[in-house]
């Protein structure tokens, strides 16, 4: 028998927060308030997704003076960031960035990309790009498509 071990519960998560290469451990397991400073967009504030190109990616994210939330990376030069809507000037002009997209990069820094380094940032140009999708919005039933819980007759 343990008489001196006390067994604290694990710690609850309150929010499902995804874990990025960046976040602290005690941040996650700490609840963040309502509305605070710490990325969650107001009515007022808009979010945006912006491609950043960096020879020294870690660096620019240790450094940067506008707060970001990694949502993807690939590594060493390359990361999909999500700021406020307004952010997209800070980011541009801080120390060690080449060039910030939102959406495309400009040809002279696609340039430079290897193939792995484009099909990431394709991926995020046609990631943002409208939908199109035949019958969007149409009814189950619709002239010329299936619905799709009944086979086609034979």
Known sequence: ????????????????IALSD?????????PLPDNSAAGIATEA??????LVVSDDLAWV?????????????????????????DA???????PGVR???????????????TDEELLFADAFVIAGAPKTR????AAWDAPGFTPPDRPPRR
């Open 134 to 137: 035949p019958g969007d919005g």
């Open 61 to 85: 994210l240790d450094h940067l003076t506008v707060q970001v939330t990694v949502v993807q990376s690939l590594p060493p030069r390359l990361a999909i960031v999500q700021s406020a809507d």
């Open 45 to 50: 504030q808009t979010v945006k997704q912006f």
């Open 22 to 30: 960046y976040q602290d451990r005690d941040e996650v397991l700490t």
């Open 99 to 113: 060039a910030v997209g939102a959406p495309a990069l400009p040809e002279t820094v696609r340039s430079t990309l």
């Open 1 to 16: 028998m343990m008489d001196s071990a006390r067994l604290d519960p694990a710690p609850t998560v309150t929010s499902p």
């Open 88 to 94: 997209g000037p800070a980011l541009r002009a801080a």
